[in-house]
C-alpha cells in the first residue's frame, strides 16, 4: 500500500515531507475518484439526485482523478503540475454542484475543504489564491442567479472562509518555518556527522561513502585512483612529552598542508588519530607519487612553538593505485595500509608504494632521519 501511495518512488532522509505529500495526495485522489464515481452512480440511480449534467461532471472529476495518479508515478517533479490540477478541477465541480444542485443547502462546504487541500498540497500561495478564486465564485454566482440560500447564509459562508484560509495560512506558515529550521538543524547535523570537528576536515565514516562513489566511478570509466595513507611519526610522544593542545596544532597545521596541495576533485579526510587519507580521482602512482613526496616535505617545515621549543613532527605514506581485478575500495586501502607499514618499518618519515603493483614496478623509498625536536637531537 506505501508503495502505491509514494507513486513508487524511494524517498531519501532529507524528501521526508514531499514522500508525506505524495502520500497525501493519492490518497486525495483514490478517494475523489471513488466517492464522485460513486456519487454519480446513486444520481443515475435515482437515490440521491444531483441532476444529469453534475452527475456526469462527477463522472469526469472521477476519471480525472484517476488519469492525476498515473501521472504522478511518472516522475517526482510532476507533483506541483498534478496538485495543481487536482485543485482546478476541484474549483471546477465544486462550481457546478453550487449552481446546478440548488436542492443541497450545504453545498459551499466543499470550497471550504478545497481551500484546506490547497494550503496542505501547495503551500500558503496556493491556499490564498484559491481563498480568493473561491470567494469570487460564491459571490459572483451569488449575483447572477439564485443559489436559493439566504443572504444570512452567504454572508456566515463568506466570512467562514476568509476565516479558515487564515487559520490554515497560520498553521501552514509556522509548519513551513519548522520544516525550514528542521532541515537546518539536519543539515547542521550531518557536517557534524561527516566533519573531523578538529582539523575540520571529512572524518571516516564520509571518507567511506565517497571513497566508494569514486571507485564505482573508477570502475565503470577504467581511469586511474590513487590513495594515499598518511601517519605522523611518533605522534604520540609529542602528546606525552609536550601535552594534547600540542599536538592538535600539529595535527591542524597538518591537515593545512594536505589541502594546499590537493584538487577540487580530490578528498582528505582523517581516518584515525593521527592518520590521514588522501583519494586521488584520476592520478596513477607516479602522480601519487609526486605529490605525496611534496606534502612529505612541506610537512618537515611544519613547527609549533611550545615554551621556547620548537616542536615539529615527519610523516610516513603509503600508495596504493586501483586495479583492474579490485571489487571494493578495500582492497586498495588494505594495499596502501600494507604499503604504510612498510615506510614505517623502513625508518619512517619516507613514501613507499603498494609492494605488489600490478606492473611489477616498485617506486623509489626515500630515507630520512627522524627528529622529534631540536631539544631531543
Known amino acids: 500500500m506505501n508503495n502505491f501511495l509514494y507513486s513508487g518512488f524511494e524517498f531519501k532522509e532529507d524528501e521526508d515531507l514531499?514522500?508525506?505529500?505524495?502520500?497525501m495526495i493519492n490518497s486525495i485522489l483514490v478517494i475523489v475518484a471513488l466517492f464522485s464515481t460513486l456519487v454519480g452512480i446513486l444520481s443515475d440511480l435515482g437515490i440521491s439526485d444531483i441532476g444529469p449534467i453534475h452527475s456526469k461532471v462527477n463522472y469526469v472529476y472521477g476519471i480525472f482523478s484517476v488519469m492525476l495518479i498515473f501521472l504522478l508515478r511518472s516522475s517526482k517533479t510532476y507533483y506541483k503540475k498534478v496538485a495543481n490540477a487536482l485543485l482546478i478541477a476541484s474549483l471546477i465541480t465544486f462550481t457546478s454542484a453550487l449552481i446546478l444542485v440548488?436542492?443541497?443547502?450545504?453545498?459551499?462546504?466543499?470550497?471550504?475543504?478545497?481551500?484546506?487541500?490547497?494550503?496542505?498540497?501547495?503551500?500558503?500561495?496556493?491556499?490564498l489564491l484559491f481563498t480568493i478564486a473561491s470567494l469570487g465564485v460564491i459571490l459572483s454566482v451569488h449575483l447572477l442567479s439564485d443559489l436559493q440560500l439566504s443572504?444570512?447564509?452567504?454572508?456566515?459562508?463568506?466570512?467562514?472562509?476568509?476565516?479558515?484560509?487564515?487559520?490554515?495560512r497560520f498553521y501552514t506558515n509556522k509548519i513551513s518555518d519548522y520544516e525550514n529550521s528542521l532541515q537546518q538543524k539536519n543539515a547542521a547535523l550531518h557536517v557534524l556527522a561527516s566533519t573531523d570537528d578538529l582539523t575540520g576536515i571529512m572524518n571516516r565514516r564520509l571518507f567511506g561513502e565517497v571513497s566508494k562513489r569514486?571507485?564505482?566511478?573508477?570502475?565503470?570509466?577504467?581511469?586511474?585512483?590513487?590513495?594515499?595513507?598518511?601517519?605522523?611519526?611518533?605522534?604520540?610522544?609529542?602528546?606525552?612529552t609536550y601535552g594534547h593542545q600540542t599536538g592538535d596544532l600539529l595535527l591542524i597545521r597538518f591537515a593545512e598542508a594536505i589541502k594546499s596541495y590537493l584538487r577540487k576533485s580530490d578528498i582528505v579526510a582523517r581516518v584515525g588519530g593521527e592518520e590521514f587519507a588522501v583519494l586521488l580521482f584520476e592520478t596513477d602512482?607516479?602522480?601519487?607519487?609526486?605529490?605525496?613526496?611534496?606534502?612529505?616535505?612541506?610537512?618537515?617545515?611544519?613547527?609549533?612553538?611550545?615554551?621556547?621549543?620548537?616542536?615539529?613532527?615527519?610523516?610516513?605514506?603509503?600508495?596504493?593505485?586501483?586495479?583492474?581485478?579490485?571489487k571494493a575500495f578495500n582492497a586498495i586501502y588494505a594495499r596502501a595500509d600494507k604499503?604504510?607499514?612498510?615506510?614505517?618499518?623502513?625508518?619512517?618519515?619516507?613514501?613507499?608504494?603498494?609492494?605488489?603493483?600490478?606492473?611489477?614496478?616498485?617506486?623509489p623509498v626515500h630515507r630520512f632521519n627522524v627528529t622529534l625536536s631540536e631539544s631531543q637531537e
Not at 220 to 238: A, C, E, I, Q, T
Request: proline content about 2%; overall charge negative.
Open 18 to 23: 514531499l514522500g508525506f505529500k505524495f502520500k
Open 102 to 127: 440548488p436542492q443541497d443547502e450545504f453545498r459551499i462546504i466543499w470550497f471550504y475543504l478545497l481551500i484546506f487541500v490547497a494550503y496542505i498540497l501547495n503551500g500558503s500561495a496556493s491556499g
Open 151 to 168: 443572504q444570512l447564509a452567504i454572508n456566515t459562508s463568506v466570512l467562514g472562509l476568509i476565516i479558515g484560509s487564515f487559520l490554515s
Open 214 to 240: 569514486y571507485f564505482e566511478t573508477a570502475q565503470r570509466d577504467n581511469l586511474p585512483l590513487s590513495l594515499l595513507l598518511f601517519d605522523l611519526d611518533h605522534f604520540k610522544k609529542v602528546n606525552d
Open 285 to 326: 602512482m607516479e602522480g601519487a607519487f609526486i605529490l605525496a613526496e611534496k606534502i612529505r616535505t612541506l610537512v618537515e617545515s611544519i613547527t609549533i612553538d611550545h615554551e621556547g621549543e620548537k616542536v615539529f613532527v615527519t610523516t610516513s605514506i603509503g600508495i596504493a593505485q586501483h586495479r583492474e581485478g579490485d
Open 339 to 363: 604499503a604504510l607499514y612498510l615506510a614505517k618499518g623502513r625508518g619512517r618519515n619516507r613514501t613507499c608504494c603498494d609492494p605488489l603493483a600490478g606492473d611489477g614496478t616498485q617506486m
